[in-house]
């Protein structure tokens, strides 16, 4: 079974099946990405209208390119996603919580914080862990804690939210009010796209 849902992001659409897909985060921006590490998203990638593949648990979210219409290739691509998950294809390869877990060192995803801010820093964690995680996935999305530098809070948009008009209106009105109230050394949230 799979069924769609829409997103706050006009580009991107939600195709929640009834099946685990994958444990944890992928976060496909580029064909050449999906092809080392995700059999389904690479071939999705083959689609025209595909510019972008996010899977999580039992959802794969779908952003397409601006200059197609979700009218026209909306049944094509569940079928497609219905049909490769029938199929038993392999959706994740074995090894990319590691590759994903070395390219955010690289990136510098995780800072060593000590004293206060440690404690700050895992707070500021389990707050988006809490409250902000389940509401964004519901949308198709992801956010990632990147880094606490002088007050200021970064994060990572991933899926749906990444590129989504209304993701700045979340996350100056939403997440940063939050983060604010609940701890008052935060003075800003800012995002980087995933």
């Avoid at 979210?61 to 294809?89: C, H, P, Q, R």
């Avoid at 609940?182 to 800003?188: G, S």
Wanted: glycine share 8%; net charge negative.
């Amino acid at each position: 079974m799979i069924y769609t849902e829409q997103t706050p992001n006009p580009e991107s659409l939600k195709f929640v099946t009834n099946r685990m897909l994958y444990r944890g985060t992928a976060d496909f921006k580029t064909a050449e990405f999906a092809q080392e590490w995700s059999p389904l998203a690479s071939a999705l990638f083959e689609l025209p209208y595909v510019k972008g593949v996010y899977i999580c648990n039992n959802f794969v979210t779908i952003t397409k390119e601006f200059s197609f219409a979700w009218e026209d290739v909306m049944l094509k691509a569940k079928d497609f996603v219905k049909n490769y998950v029938d199929g038993d294809g392999e959706i994740v390869k074995e090894g990319f919580e590691e590759e994903k877990d070395r390219l955010e060192e690289a990136s510098g995803v995780e800072y060593q914080y000590t004293g206060d801010e440690a404690e700050l820093v895992k707070k500021i964690k389990e707050l988006i862990a809490t409250y902000v995680k389940p509401a964004v996935e519901m949308d198709g999305g992801n956010i990632e804690f990147k880094s606490f530098d002088q007050g200021k809070v970064t994060v990572v948009l991933q899926g749906s939210c990444s590129g989504c008009p209304s993701s700045t209106v979340t996350l100056k009105a939403g997440i940063e009010g939050m983060l604010k109230r609940m701890i008052p050394e935060v003075t800003e949230v800012v995002a980087e796209m995933g």
